[in-house]
């Protein structure tokens, strides 16, 4: 079974504080996502990687960056949290070889 | 722009009362739409992929059936467990990004 796991569950972070967020999948799965999800707002894409170091912006980049040193790791910065970032956060991970997306349990961030 | 259009935004079944939920897509080279269903605080689950008009899908109580402009996930004599959101989402062309859904939330009450 492939399996995405995120580094937290639930974390609380105060504004202004720089927050990671770690995703592992260990399928050697190329494509990595991270979104947010907000009631009204569905799923929104923030960053998506298509291999190691190689990244494009999704529909909402601002206030967020990533970073994808190892094919099986993406990690989600929040340089400095804001309360308008408090959200639930899912991973994802696709293979061209697979064609579905696997998303790991999710990190419900708030920030106070 | 690919659209995705899920409707009901919410749906209420008693136990056993059969239904279907929509997925219309507007995009330019469908290479496949998929389902997932997402309990609450949980990240979504696999179901479906679905390909070309005409295909069709069953997993337990569900069944996904795809046309040229949309989707339906048929749940039949659902059960309470069957509770939850389900969410649609295309992909076109060479992309691996996918376009969802807001989402159908469907309560089955005992």
């Known amino acids: 079974d492939v399996k995405v796991t995120q580094s937290s569950r639930y974390l609380v972070k105060r504004t202004g504080e720089k927050v990671f967020l770690e995703c592992v999948q260990d399928m050697d799965h190329e494509n990595m996502f991270w979104y947010r999800q907000d009631p009204g707002l569905g799923l929104r894409l923030i960053y998506f990687?298509?291999?190691?170091?190689?990244?494009e912006k999704g529909d909402i980049p601002e206030g967020y960056s990533v970073s994808r040193e190892k094919k099986e790791r993406f990690s989600l910065i929040l340089e400095s949290a804001s309360t308008n970032q408090t959200s639930m956060y899912l991973c994802a991970s696709w293979t061209s070889g697979l064609d579905e997306q696997f998303f790991g349990p999710g990190t419900r961030l708030t920030v106070l | 722009e690919d659209q995705v259009t899920q409707s009901p935004e919410a749906l209420r079944l008693q136990e056993g009362e059969s239904s279907s939920l929509n997925c219309s897509y507007t995009v330019s080279g469908l290479r496949g739409l998929f389902w997932y269903r997402q309990d609450p605080g949980k990240g979504p689950e696999f179901l479906f992929t679905l390909y070309s008009a005409g295909e069709e899908k069953e997993k337990e109580r569900l069944k996904a059936t795809l046309t040229k402009k949309e989707s339906f996930l048929h749940i039949t004599a659902p059960k309470p467990e069957d509770s939850a959101t389900y969410l649609c989402?295309?992909?076109?062309?060479?992309?691996?990004?996918?376009?969802f859904g807001r989402g159908t939330s469907l309560i089955v009450h005992p």
């Open positions: 990687s298509y291999d190691v170091k190689m990244k």
């Open positions: 989402a295309v992909r076109t062309g060479g992309s691996y990004i996918p376009t």
